[in-house]
């Protein structure tokens, strides 16, 4: 946990705070040189910097303890750190699930075993999520704090679920996902400017996992190592990852009078999993929104990316969601394997031209090329007979290898998100 996160007790710095506030409240405009020179005048400790979110946690416990009765939201507003992330009027809340088998096989996506199927350890929001064990309630509650204590707020949220494949994980565990995201939401309140916090309710340590895959020769896979893991250390933790509909049901209930009430859930999955059944399924889970890989709208692409289904699945998949009245928010891929720029602009002209497609929102993730992805065994390796691209003379043209290798993976992965990849030459 980010214990550092609760740790800040504003009644030990009431001097320095309090002269701090006074003196930013007499500035024009929070920030600039007049910001610094105050920081700077009323230093933390006799030698660190006050961070915003501590100052603004100073106002609030000086406001009350003191009974100061300043205009607080006026304040927070001018100190707000990223004001644009909850400029919508709803603050987004980004939720990693577990480290879980996936269903798909698509060579381009990373298999980092500490991390849900396609996303990397390295990026800020999944070692958050990594933290706090990809316990939902520790994810929530974290980042609701966070905004508040940096001026935005909170009274409606959009959870956002993410991770591999949602419709892969069993119904149980996405109950409990979902119940203790709204847990957290309900019990916002309690612990909002506490200095302790909360405490884990289950969840695994990850982050030691020690195997790494090499994507030029897989021996033992993500579904394999991951899987073996929970068996192995799971025990009781895993087990109590469950919740029942009714439960569910009364948690949603409660969240409707709540302070942080839910006004979206988002979770991401295949379109090839997508069947009447399960979009239902979704909508009953509260769903109001699908984040669907598309990646390709080439079946060749999809097929030499061993993606597992065809531009017919999207097709049905994007029937299902809208006959639910589900938004749509579509993941899709320039630059993989077996395509070319040139197909590239044809299929992305695809993703409006035709009104099957057409999604509500369109996340963009250029492919590139990471070391545990499969896609690394179709690169050409001269004079390494392992692998399968030894063969191949033809290279990448030279302004795409440098590309490539600079690629990260987006933040959000999926249904087959972003990733590495490159435009190889084919096996
Ligand atoms: S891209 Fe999506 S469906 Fe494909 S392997 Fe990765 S997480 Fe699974």
Redesign the pocket.
């Known amino acids: 946990m980010a214990s550092s996160t609760y740790a800040f007790a504003p009644e030990r710095y009431e001097e320095q705070l309090a002269a701090l506030i006074g003196e930013l409240e007499e500035l024009s405009e929070i920030d600039g040189e007049g910001y610094r020179r105050a920081l700077r005048r009323h230093p933390k400790d006799g030698r660190g910097f006050f961070s915003k979110s501590e100052i603004i946690r100073g106002f609030r416990y000086l406001n009350e303890a003191l009974g100061w009765a300043r205009d607080e939201a006026e304040f927070v507003a001018r100190l707000r750190m990223k004001p644009i992330r909850t400029a919508s009027g709803v603050a987004p809340v980004t939720l990693l699930t577990k480290p879980h088998p ?5 060579i ?2 990373p298999s980092d075993v500490r991390m849900p ?2 996303y990397l350890s390295d990026e800020p929001g999944a070692q958050r999520a990594a933290q706090h064990r990809f316990d939902p309630y520790a994810q929530t509650l974290s980042r609701l704090r966070t905004y508040h204590h940096t001026g935005h707020r909170v009274d409606k949220a959009e959870l956002i679920v993410l991770g ?2 949602w419709s892969s994980y069993a119904e149980p565990y996405q109950l409990w996902f979902v119940k203790r995201s709204f847990d957290a939401l309900n019990d916002f309140e309690r612990w909002r400017d506490g200095a302790v916090a909360p405490p884990l309710t289950t969840g695994l340590e990850w982050s030691q996992l020690g195997e790494r895959i090499d994507g030029r020769h897989v021996r033992r896979g993500y579904n394999r190592i991951v899987s073996d893991h929970a068996d192995l250390h799971g025990g009781g933790r895993l087990a109590a990852q469950t919740a029942s509909w009714n439960e569910l049901a009364r948690t949603q209930r409660d969240n409707e009078t709540a302070t942080a009430r839910c006004v979206g859930l988002v979770v991401e999955t ?1 379109p090839d999993h997508l069947t009447a059944a399960e979009v239902e399924r979704i909508r009953r889970l509260g769903a109001t929104k699908v984040q669907l ?1 598309y990646q390709s709208l080439s079946d060749e692409v999809l097929a030499a990316n061993r ?1 597992g289904h065809d531009v017919a699945s999207i097709r049905r998949a994007m029937r299902l969601l809208r006959g639910a009245g589900l938004k749509i928010h579509a993941h899709w891929m320039p630059n993989l394997y077996g395509s070319s720029p040139e197909r590239d602009v044809e299929d992305f002209a695809r993703i409006f031209a035709d009104p099957d497609f057409r999604p509500d929102e369109l996340k963009i993730y250029p492919c590139s090329l990471i070391e545990s992805a499969e896609l690394m065994r179709y690169w050409p390796h001269p004079g390494d007979p392992r692998h399968p691209g030894h063969r191949h003379r033809r290279r990448q043209p030279a302004d795409q290898l440098p590309r490539a290798r600079r690629g990260r993976a987006g933040s959000a ?5 972003g ?1 590495p990849g490159a435009r190889g030459a084919p096996p």
């Open positions: 996936c269903p798909g096989r698509c381009f996506c199927k396609s591999g494949t295949r890989g993606r992965g999926a249904a087959g998100a990733h």
